[in-house]
């Protein structure tokens, strides 16, 4: 037990294990079924918002495009479920059984080549990852290599999320358009539509998260986090050291990116529907925004900035149909000018020093007890051990 709490205190995970509690214990306890499955629609875009605290805070690197990726992840959990879904016997009324309805409503008579792998669930899984870390990869080799950086780089992931969305639309017979993908029942025959499979999601959902948390916070506390962040305050100076700062720029956008499809294709699992309408600029500038709220040099704090946000959202558009667009808009207004640092800055200068003012009497107390006279003992030497109080270093002796 004290190995745990000295791992907890010296790592400073002590707001991750908080979190943990909060997310696995207090939110499953206290909320229905239906509250919890929209908190773990709100955790999947964590998911997005710790990818730009490595990308965005760490690296430097500001990305608006990141509902590409979360899209795309989501997309491709979504091709494997519609598949499913659309088997012989289900789709006995169509014209062409056996292939998606939408397909069926713009004339196609048989599944085109590229949705064959997604028959396969671990294919898919692959593909959840894999093709949005490959486009991330091109999008970022293409540009980091030709030191395209700042305001520039992120007009164009802008673009990208806008062509995107568009592609997706305007091809409506491969990927169902406007409407995007629904009516996903099943994963394997398991029906992910009822209560227990939802409380099923949610724990998966937030497992992944807080693994991909402590996967981050390695990285953060390895040479490369802290190279990350050398890169962002003094880039020419790490690059004059011998470093390739692109690639590390590179690295850094592809992480982003698998965060976000993962996030993506959990969002397919809990909601049961993926459409364009997460793709594009909208999404994405808000998924900035999470981040932003919750302090983006913090990885707890962008979960708890998203779940701020989009328990806002969801507050101020039952409460106030008609102004809750005007309400969020101050929300964020307000945070940016309370504290421009996010919650993770608010709890540094404000909770942390009221913290250790409390804390600093204690240990007074405590030094001036261990600092009354004490009865003489015998020096001693015992070998490995620094804290001993009788151990006679070799300049005394």
């Known amino acids: 037990m004290n190995a745990i709490k000295n791992w907890v205190m010296r790592g400073g995970y002590g707001s ?171 994963l394997m025959g398991w029906d992910i539509r009822d209560d227990s499979s939802k409380y099923i999601l949610y724990f998966v959902n937030v497992g992944l998260l807080l693994g991909a948390i402590l996967l981050c916070r390695w990285i953060q506390v390895s040479k490369l986090g802290t190279l990350l962040l050398a890169m962002r305050d003094k880039e020419d100076r790490v690059r004059f050291s011998g470093y390739d700062v692109s690639m590390f720029k590179v690295f850094a956008f592809c992480l982003a990116a698998a965060l976000s499809a993962i996030g993506g294709a959990m969002f397919t699992l809990q909601v049961g529907f993926m459409s364009p309408s997460f793709v594009g600029i909208v999404p994405s500038i808000e998924m900035v925004i999470f981040a932003a709220i919750g302090g983006r040099m913090s990885l707890v704090g962008a979960v708890y900035g998203t779940l701020l946000v989009n328990f806002g959202k969801t507050y101020f558009s039952e409460s106030f149909p008609d102004l809750w667009l005007f309400l969020m808009s101050a929300l964020f207004i307000s945070v940016v000018m309370v504290f421009p640092n996010g919650l993770a800055g608010l709890y540094e200068s404000h909770v942390k020093p009221r913290l250790a003012r409390r804390k600093q009497p204690a240990e007074t107390e405590t030094v001036s007890a261990s600092s009354a006279p004490q009865p003489a003992a015998a020096p001693q030497r015992t070998d490995g051990d620094m804290n001993l109080p009788g151990k006679v270093s070799s300049q005394s002796a």
């Open 16 to 186: 991750f294990v908080i979190l943990a509690l909060i997310l696995l214990v207090a939110f499953p306890l206290l909320m229905d079924i239906f509250r919890l499955n929209l908190v773990g629609k709100y955790l999947t875009y964590g998911f997005v918002a710790i990818g730009l605290v490595m990308l965005w805070g760490y690296g430097g690197v500001l990305s608006l495009g990141q509902g590409v990726f979360f899209g795309l992840g989501g997309y491709a959990m979504a091709m494997f479920l519609k598949l499913e879904a659309s088997d012989p016997e289900s789709t006995a009324i169509q014209s062409t059984p056996g292939i998606p309805d939408f397909m069926d409503w713009n004339q196609l008579t048989e599944l085109p080549m590229w949705w064959l792998p997604f028959k396969s669930l671990p294919l898919t899984l692959i593909a959840v990852i894999a093709v949005p870390t490959l486009l991330a990869f091109i999008i970022s080799y293409a540009m980091f290599k030709r030191r395209v950086g700042g305001v520039y780089f992120a007009i164009i992931t802008q673009a990208v999320a806008l062509i995107l969305t568009v592609l997706i639309i305007g091809q409506q017979g491969f990927t169902g358009g406007v409407n995007g993908m629904t009516d996903l029942k099943t």
